[in-house]
Structure formats: structure tokens, C-alpha cells
């Protein structure tokens, strides 16, 4: 198949692939160089998220960038480098959220999305006569990302087992930060060079290139072609469902759509240059009238997504939705109706509507902010809390189930995803950083879950002014963690080993693993005691907030500088802790 990359990893053709794509590799190496790095940080700098984030998009948008200056004949070291100011404004001008896996990897996943489209249709922007080339170029450039994650898995897979048998055969501890690097270093570095690597440079030849019509025909035919058809009948007596019973859809139906849509746009993709041609006549069929087929789903679609929106406002994962849904049905209208239709706006259009709507007033951390504030203040001024842009503290809580419930959810979802920031007009500038218990204690209105039963919160801390004693332990360390986040990881000095330590959710348990040896060091007693004692808002002796653990040849000394935790129905569950370590492993 002659459209299909050969792999080609000459000296030459390295020497060659690094002068195309200097940036993108340098962000690749730059981002396996600090991902190994930061793994051995502790505590975990603030803002390596952020330079991650900006690096591992860099590897696509400047290789994008590249092949866009190559096929315009531009200066592709100017045009790459242009790249470093648009890469600051998509990724540096949006401050983290503090939601990282929510709001954050939304925001940056569209980012990414769009680069890697930018790859695929760089070299085609301008070239809309080139319909063989683009999508000879487009088969050669996933094959050659199939090629990359495939060589990078089984090295990575292989060199793993090769560690494990060293350390089984020969008695020999090694740290497995060793795998944890190999991984960064074959997923990251060598899957990047090998997928540049396979990227076609003679577009002349791409355009001469017939595409395997018989592959394509086996594959639409044995493993498309049933798979939409059952989707197609799933969703027409769905749609037939809803005309009966008047019963309009919510929710799980957009899941259907999308997947019936998406694929059958790939098989689109991949059928595309048979479009003017005497072909198979179920192939000629779908051709002319699958965009069609996909209009009235995703008018269902979009009502789903309305019937969530209008009682709950707009958010980051429905305004994505929505987004999406767009596009297909741009994709739809536009190759439905227009005979002369191009392949390329496909990736074409991912890269606009990603790149613009991933910042700006219309950005989804923007418009999700704008309407549930909105929703917020409206139920605020009917409940006489909000008069005239000022907070109104209620003397006595006489809030209704439903408008509570609605103040709740509005005041959580502001401060998780957008911390406090939209508050300032009310609070000032401690708006930011500010507590959901905080906002509603402002609001006259005590904390509460909805959802849950009481909960009692604690929050213990030390004056840190006494001088602690490390006698008789040969380790000190920081630990700062809290639940849910990552484990903290520690080489400790003369190869004595590896130690990990994680606050363990749902429980009242730190766990230290040293040297796959697993210590649980109970916090319980500490947590009654302080209870008992009652001084929540004093500061307290380092020695009245520690405790000691001795198990076998493991034994430690916590001193916490704070440890916070909650009581719900008398079951306890920690939730974070900043503590000074002292440990001795004999």
C-alpha cells in the first residue's frame, strides 16, 4: 500500500527530520526532561502544570506551524517561533483553576485537539485541489502516530521487564522511578521523533498515489457499515420513542449521537475520494446520504443538551457539548449541500473553532462562569439576599428547600471551578481564594451539603516556633498532601531506597511504602484527642500535634504543622495534612 509510511530511521533522515520540526522536538525534550524532574520534587512546584501543559502542546502546535510555513514557501524558523507567543496566550494567560481535572484539562484538551489537527492539515490550508495528496497525507500521518505510540509501547513495555528480571535474577532493589523515566522518556521524546519522522515530504508523489480502494471497501463494509447501522436503527426508533410519547430527551442520548456520528464521519473520511466515482452502490448510497442522516440526531442532540442547560445553567462540560455538536452539524450542512465540498475543512475547522474558542469572553471557563453567576444573582435578588450588588446577610435562614439547594450548588460550583474570582464585586479582592462556607457564611447562611448528612469540619495547627528533635531517627523530611492527590515520593540518600507516603481517602490512615513494604500509621487517636480537647481556633505545641509509629525495623515521628479532617454520622475522614517527618528503617 503505497500511501502507507515506511519507517525510515537513517542518520540522514534523523538529521533531516530535526531540521524540520527543531521546535516541536525541543518541546518533546524539554517536557521529558521535566516530567523526570519534577517526579523527584517534593513538595511539587505550583507551576509545573502550567510549563507541562505548554510543552506537551508545543511538540504538536510548532510541528503544525512547521508544516504550515513549509507548503507556503514562509521563513519556518519565524513562523515556528511565532508559535511561543500563541502558545503563552492559549495556555498562560488562563490561570489554573485549582480544579485541574475538571476545568483545566478541558480547557488545555481543546488546545491539544486543535494542534494535533493543525498537523494534519497544515500543509493543505491553502492546496484545496490537492483532495489525493490530503488524503494520502492524512492515511501516511495517522499511520505514522499508530507507528510512533506502537514502537514506544513495546519499548517501554520491554525495557520494564528487562529491570523486573534484573532485580529478580540478580537480588538487585531498584527504584522503579526507573520505569516511571523510561516511560516519560519512549512516550514522550522517542514517540515524537519516530511520528515526525514518518510525516511525508514529497507532496507531489502524495498526489500521484492511488489510495487502496480494496482495503477500504473490506473495512466500510465488514466492521463500519454494521456498526452505524445498528447505531442508525438504535437512535431512528429512539427518535420515533420520543414523536409518540412527547417524552423529550435528557443526558445519556447525546453518548448514541456522537458515537453514530464520529464514526460514520470517519468512514466519510476514508470514502471521501469515491465521491465522483462508480463504486460499490451501497458505498455510492452512503456517500450521498449519510450528512444527511445526521441532522435530525443531532437536533435530538442539541434538545438533550437544552433540557440541562435551561434548569441548570451552562457549564464547562455542556458548553464542550454543545461545541461539539456544532461543528458536526457545520460538517453536515456544508458537505450535505456543497458538491465541490473539500476534506480538509474536517481538520481545518477543529483547528479554528479549538484555537478561538479555547480563550476569550466566549471561552468555556468564561461563559460557564457568566451563567451560573447570573443564575446565582438571580435567585440572590428574589430571595432578598442581593440588593442593589450588595450582600445582604439573612438575620434568619427562612430560604426555601429549593432556593437553598440552588444557592448551594451555584456557590460550590463558583468557588471549586473558578476560585471565588466571580465574588470580587461582592467581597473585594478576599473573594479569591475564599471557601464555599465562607460565601454563604457571608450570606447570613450556614454551611451545608444537600446531598449529605451533618458534618463537623477540624482544623488543628501549631504556633511552629519550638525546635524539633531528631534523636535517635536518621531521616527528616516534609510532607504536604492532602486526599486525593498524588503520593508523596522520596529517594532517601545513600541508596537506602524509595518511600512514598499518601493520605489515604476514606480513612484516617497515612500510608508509608518503603522498599515494597507497606506501614499504616493510624491517625485516629490523635483526631479523638484533639476533638476532645477542643481548641480549634488556638495554635497548639508542636508536641501536642504529633505522634510516633514503630513497626518491626520501621519507626517515625510526625510533627504536624496542621492536619485537618471531618466527622460525618461519627465516621472520620481525613482530609489534609503538613506535617515534618522523622524516620529510622534499621
Known amino acids: 500500500m503505497a500511501f502507507l509510511p515506511t519507517p525510515n530511521f537513517s542518520l540522514s533522515h534523523l538529521a533531516s527530520t530535526v531540521a524540520r520540526f527543531p521546535l516541536a522536538l525541543l518541546s518533546s525534550a524539554l517536557c521529558t526532561g521535566l516530567l523526570i524532574g519534577a517526579s523527584r520534587m517534593n513538595p511539587y512546584p505550583e507551576n509545573v502544570d502550567q510549563a507541562l501543559s505548554s510543552l506537551f502542546i508545543g511538540i504538536l502546535l510548532f510541528g503544525g506551524l512547521a508544516l504550515l510555513a513549509e507548503r507556503l514557501r514562509l521563513r519556518s524558523w519565524l513562523i515556528q517561533l511565532m508559535g511561543i507567543p500563541l502558545l503563552y496566550l492559549l495556555v498562560y494567560s488562563v490561570e489554573p483553576s485549582g480544579y485541574w481535572v475538571d476545568l483545566d484539562m478541558l480547557h488545555l484538551g481543546m488546545i491539544f485537539v486543535a494542534s494535533l489537527a493543525l498537523v494534519f492539515v497544515g500543509p493543505y490550508v491553502r492546496n484545496n485541489k490537492e483532495e489525493q495528496g490530503f488524503w494520502n497525507y492524512s492515511i501516511a500521518t495517522l499511520s505514522s502516530a499508530l507507528i510512533a505510540i506502537a514502537t514506544a509501547l513495546i519499548l517501554w513495555l520491554g525495557f520494564s521487564l528487562a529491570i523486573f528480571s534484573i532485580q529478580e535474577l540478580f537480588n538487585v532493589t531498584m527504584s522503579y522511578t526507573w520505569t516511571q523515566d523510561f516511560g516519560y522518556f519512549f512516550c514522550i521524546l522517542l514517540a515524537s521523533l519516530v511520528f515526525y519522522m514518518g510525516i511525508p515530504t514529497d507532496y507531489k508523489d502524495l498526489q500521484k498515489q492511488a489510495p487502496a480502494e480494496k482495503m477500504m471497501r473490506s473495512f466500510v463494509l465488514y466492521i463500519s457499515f454494521p456498526l452505524l447501522l445498528t447505531y442508525f436503527l438504535i437512535l431512528s426508533v429512539y427518535v420515533v420513542k420520543i414523536l409518540a410519547t412527547q417524552d423529550w430527551p435528557e443526558g445519556f442520548v447525546a453518548m448514541p449521537v456522537l458515537l453514530f456520528t464520529l464514526l460514520g464521519y470517519g468512514t466519510y473520511a476514508l470514502l471521501f475520494l469515491l465521491r465522483n466515482e462508480k463504486v460499490n452502490k451501497l458505498i455510492g448510497r452512503f456517500l450521498q446520504v449519510f450528512p444527511w442522516t445526521t441532522i435530525p440526531f443531532l437536533l435530538v442532540y442539541f434538545v438533550a443538551f437544552w433540557k440541562r442547560i435551561e434548569p441548570y445553567g451552562l457549564t ?271
Open 316 to 586: 464547562e462540560e455542556r458548553y464542550l457539548g454543545v461545541l461539539l455538536g456544532l461543528v458536526l452539524l457545520g460538517w453536515s450542512l456544508y458537505y450535505a449541500t456543497q458538491k465541490k465540498a473539500s476534506l480538509r475543512w474536517i481538520p481545518l475547522s477543529v483547528v479554528i473553532v479549538g484555537l478561538l474558542c479555547s480563550v476569550g469572553p466566549w471561552s468555556p471557563r468564561a461563559l460557564s462562569e457568566w451563567s451560573q453567576m447570573s443564575r446565582l444573582e438571580s435567585v440572590l435578588t428574589r430571595t432578598g439576599i442581593l440588593v442593589e450588588g450588595e450582600i445582604v446577610p439573612l438575620a434568619e435562614n427562612t430560604l426555601s428547600d429549593e432556593d437553598g439547594d440552588e444557592i448551594f450548588s451555584k456557590v460550590e460550583y463558583l468557588v471549586n471551578h473558578h476560585d471565588g474570582d466571580a465574588f470580587s464585586a461582592w467581597f473585594g479582592e478576599g473573594a479569591k481564594g475564599m471557601s464555599s462556607e465562607d460565601v454563604l457564611r457571608k450570606m447570613g447562611l450556614e454551611h451545608y451539603d444537600p446531598y449529605e448528612g451533618p458534618t463537623d469540619y477540624f482544623d488543628f495547627g501549631t504556633d511552629g516556633d519550638e525546635v524539633l528533635t531528631a534523636a535517635g531517627y536518621d531521616y527528616a523530611l516534609q510532607y504536604i498532601g492532602y486526599v486525593g492527590s498524588f503520593n508523596g515520593l522520596y529517594e532517601l540518600p545513600n541508596g537506602a531506597g524509595t518511600l512514598t507516603i499518601d493520605l489515604l481517602e476514606y480513612s484516617q490512615i497515612m500510608q508509608f511504602e518503603f522498599n515494597d513494604q507497606v506501614y499504616e500509621v493510624p491517625l485516629t487517636d490523635l483526631m479523638t484527642r484533639l476533638e476532645a480537647e477542643g481548641r480549634v481556633d488556638s495554635l497548639l505545641p508542636r508536641e501536642d500535634l504529633s505522634l510516633t509509629f514503630e513497626e518491626g525495623r520501621f519507626k517515625v515521628k510526625i510533627y504536624f504543622n496542621s492536619i485537618n479532617w471531618s466527622r460525618m454520622d461519627d465516621v472520620l475522614q481525613s482530609t489534609a495534612v503538613d506535617c515534618e517527618v522523622f524516620l529510622s528503617v534499621k
